[in-house]
């Protein structure tokens, strides 16, 4: 049998969706969140010579109004001709006139983000004069020695930095307790069995590994490397490298010269019961007063549970409003926030450049290149803006009773609802929701936390999973301190306001909420009040 083959051509028209770079630029900028944005600015600032920031200083606003008045003699740099916006339009004002207030203008500025500057969070210190404000459960749970890694690596000295180019920066745990072991007197092989230890301890100061694993993968005798531990337990910051909870806080009273105190017999012998609050039985097992169990306790709350907290770690990261929804009248408006944004304007000088004859092939294709570059980067920014202005002023289409009255009158609430009521892609609603806040009357939210599961009621109508979540979290702050509500009774009550849910739920629910069950909360006593007070949710 023989096979002929044969050269043809097959003419098809077909069509095909393509993501274009500028596309995907589009996309990238609307799912960032206000200081990723400044960050791709800052970036496009310094490769792109056609974008250059927008100074407000008196002698840029002039040397611009000269520039603007040589290239528009007629007066036309304020105005764009095909009826966008013109820079004393307000947002209401353009919306009215057809027009967007984040269009830019031929030849003029646009919209772009800078973060500004977070205020300083203020520090507040209460004093436990009672034993009850002391959740010893808390304390142990959360300190207990199941720490994440948070050690730094100290960088080579052929990639350090010149000395005048060198920036401050935060001391790690490791690099301050490497210091101290240089500086100690223990020989060079001690110094390596110290090394060996302070790479394996964690951001919170502990040791993650045990002695007799350690000892293994240095092929050194575990008494050895109990020795070294020693000394670096004696380093600062105190309590550095325990092993667990217990030997932390006993090195620091030791540290104190408070190792044979009550309050050392107490951490050594009877800290479960610390946890329970059982500080009758302490002071029985003990044969002391409860009034002296009392003051040692005050002794041992002031200790530091985690002894690498002030060092290393990642630096705060402050939430900055994407928009401000206030309420003017009757109604809710929505605010951008341009502030937030940096400035960008094209190059004057580069604009006339590109216009000169003079110029060569090369320089005027590159330069127009960077000319498109820029004004789709200003393009992806406006359609950014003007995208989570829409979705707010939906948001609060649907949710107009949060606004009013708070979490209580949460709605349930679906990406499709708000992509169908402002024509947009439910994607595009995900991305533009992601990673953004609003300022509102009842405070800064995601945009995402509008966006919530329903729990159906009685009476046909959904109920918002947040609006449950506060009922039960208002529920166990008014419930009785020695008979707290059961799962079971939350849900019977919810039952009764026309929510059914089943206890399963509730426990979901209570647990999210971070509130423990109700043996537990009966043991610790008066938690509904320490909720209220910590104003945990």
Known sequence: MAFEVKLGQDLRLRQQLVMTPQLQQAIKILQLSLPELETVIQSELERNPMLEPLDSSPSEITNTALNDEELHPNGEATASNDGELTASESPAEAEANGSDPWEPTPMETATTAVASEPHDAAVEIKENNQLDKIDWREYVENYSNNWQEGAFSEPADEDRPTLENTLTRKN??????????????????????????????????????????????????????????????????????????RECLSIQLKTLGMEESLAARIVANHLEMLEKHRYAEIAKA????????GQALKVIALLEPKPGRDYGGQEPVYVVPDVFIQKVGTEFLVHLNEDAVPRLRLASYYQRVLNDGAVTTETRDYLQERLRSARWLVKSIYQRQQTIFK?????????HEFFEHGVSRLKPLVLKDVADDIGMHESTISRATANKYAHTPQGIFELKFFFTSGVKASDGEDVSAETVKEKIRAMVIDEQHDAPLSDQAIAEVLRSQNINIARRTVAKYREALGILPSARRKQLGAYGARIKQNGSK
Not at 199 to 211: D, K, P
Not at 286 to 293: A, G, H, N, R, T
Not at 391 to 399: N, T, Y
């Open 172 to 245: 790690s745990l490791e690099d301050h307790v490497m210091w101290q072991l240089r500086m100690s007197s223990l020989p060079a092989s001690d110094q390596k069995i110290g090394a060996a230890l302070i790479y394996n301890l964690n951001g919170a100061g502990y040791l993650e590994v045990s002695v007799e694993e350690l000892a293994a993968q240095i092929e050194t005798p575990g008494a050895e490397v109990e020795r070294v531990l020693a000394c670096i337990q004696r380093f600062d910051p105190p309590g550095v490298g325990a092993r667990n909870l």
């Open 286 to 293: 003990l044969d002391v007063s409860l009034e002296m169990v």
């Open 391 to 399: 979705v707010a002023r939906s948001i609060i289409k649907f949710q």
